[in-house]
């Protein structure tokens, strides 16, 4: 497929996806269309065992949703929009290779909610976070509510969401929001250092340990462990495990396969 507002370039095993949506590289249903239908082929690649996400420039990861789009919508046409978001960050969300958010700027709105909905997030010291839906008289609509709470808890989540401010890079740190903040130069580097590290790991027990998080997530605990000791099992019978096991008994590094 060619895609109008994403570019993606792959190498060793890492595939760097960039938000081309000039001004703010905002989200529209196009670029939620593509995000579907891209993050469908990453995860079918290969050569692929782990995705960078980031906006082009240094101005915005993302900047929200294009409200040019929304301004006219009716009510209908709000809730197929909201579905084809929902579509693509869960899309991300549940992927089974592990993508990180590079955020390199503006985080506003549905550009939160896109890093919220990745992995891991790596800032640089120029990024801004905001769910500012509120100063336009709505709410986040593509999971921010409650994404959001459940890395920062409720009572932050709100004062967040009920004040639409901004926040930089270093509070997004202290929040956990972001795992690691780094000079703006130094960015995209780093997230790819991380992705390449990943790709060293044993695919499948990637694909079972991210499974086992956010499903046991939205669960009770007893039915969360059920669902990691059925995901361990399934790592257990792996190549993979063999593989690892060996290499620990024998002081190598394993070959992992992804089998």
Wanted: glycine content about 8%; hydrophobic content about 40%.
């Amino acid at each position: 497929m060619t895609y109008k507002f994403l570019l993606c370039h792959i190498e060793n095993k890492v595939a760097v996806v960039t938000i081309s949506h000039s001004p703010g590289n905002k989200l529209n249903t196009q670029v939620y269309q593509e995000l579907t239908q891209l993050m469908g082929e990453l995860e079918a690649n290969k050569n692929v065992n782990a995705i960078v996400i980031t906006g082009e420039g240094e101005e915005a990861f993302v900047a929200g949703a294009d409200i040019n789009e929304m301004v006219d919508l009716d009510t209908v046409g709000m809730m197929d929009l909201t579905q084809i978001t929902r579509i693509a960050f869960s899309k991300i969300e549940n992927l089974n290779k592990p993508v990180i958010a590079a955020i390199n700027g503006e985080t506003r709105g549905g550009g939160f909610e896109l890093a919220l909905c990745c992995d891991l997030r790596i800032a640089s010291e120029n990024a801004q976070f905001a769910f500012t839906e509120i100063n336009l008289g709505v709410i986040p609509g593509g999971g921010g509510t409650q994404r959001i709470q459940k890395v920062v808890g409720q009572g932050i989540a709100k004062e967040l969401l009920y004040f639409g401010e901004m926040i930089d890079a270093e509070r997004a740190y202290q929040l956990q929001i972001v795992n690691k903040v780094v000079g703006q130069n130094d960015l995209l580097s780093t997230a790819i250092e991380w992705a390449e590290k990943l790709t060293q790991k044993a695919p499948v027990a990637l694909r079972m340990m991210k499974l086992a998080v956010n499903t046991g997530a939205n669960v009770d605990l007893e039915s969360a462990l059920t669902i990691e000791a059925t995901c361990y099992d399934g790592a257990f019978a792996t190549q993979d495990c063999k593989e690892g096991m060996a290499a620990r008994i024998e002081n190598r590094s394993p070959n992992f396969i992804g089998r």
